[in-house]
Every structure is written in C-alpha cells, then in structure tokens.
C-alpha cells in the first residue's frame, strides 16, 4: 500500500512539472533587441510570430511575410535581403 502512495505522488509531481508553462524569455536583452521586438508587436497591441536561425555568418528571421537575411560584419548583423514569400527552410538552403 505504501508503494503504491508512494507511486501516486511520483506520478502527480512528475505531471505538474510537465504541465508548467515554459518561457523561452532571456534573462538580459541589449536595448536594440528590446526596442526591435517592442516594435515588431506594436507596443503589444500585435502577437507576433516568429522563427529565427543562425547559418555561419548569416541570420535568419522568419515572419508571416518572408524571411529577412542578415550578414555578420565583424561588428554586428547588417540586413542584406528580404525574400518575400519565402520560409526559413528555403531561405538557409539557399545560403548554404
């Protein structure tokens, strides 16, 4: 019986822990970073949507219009293209 106690508790605290809400949030942001995605949501007025990934020296940021293609210039990433329409899967196969 005190098995089986012991088994019910296992299992109801193994599923709260998976039921709780995970956040991807950082714990530190540069202000850019802030100010960008401030203003990607509209001031929070606007759910945003997003896939980004990182290829060598190039950026990839995924949004409902297309994929916006940064480059690494030592500094920083600059924009180099916007390719409407397009997914993030087609858009690293073509830089690769």
Do not use: C
């Amino acid at each position: 019986m005190r098995n089986k106690t012991v088994v019910v508790w296992l299992l109801i605290a193994i599923m709260s822990i998976a039921a709780a809400p995970r956040h991807s949030a950082p714990d530190a942001l540069s202000h850019n970073t802030a100010m960008f995605l401030a203003t990607l949501s509209g001031d929070g007025h606007t759910r945003v949507t997003f896939k980004a990934s990182a290829l060598g020296t190039h950026f990839f940021f995924e949004e409902p219009a297309g994929v916006t293609v940064y480059f690494f210039d030592g500094n920083g990433y600059r924009k180099q293209t916007f390719m409407k329409g397009a997914t993030l899967s087609a858009a690293i196969k073509r830089f690769r």
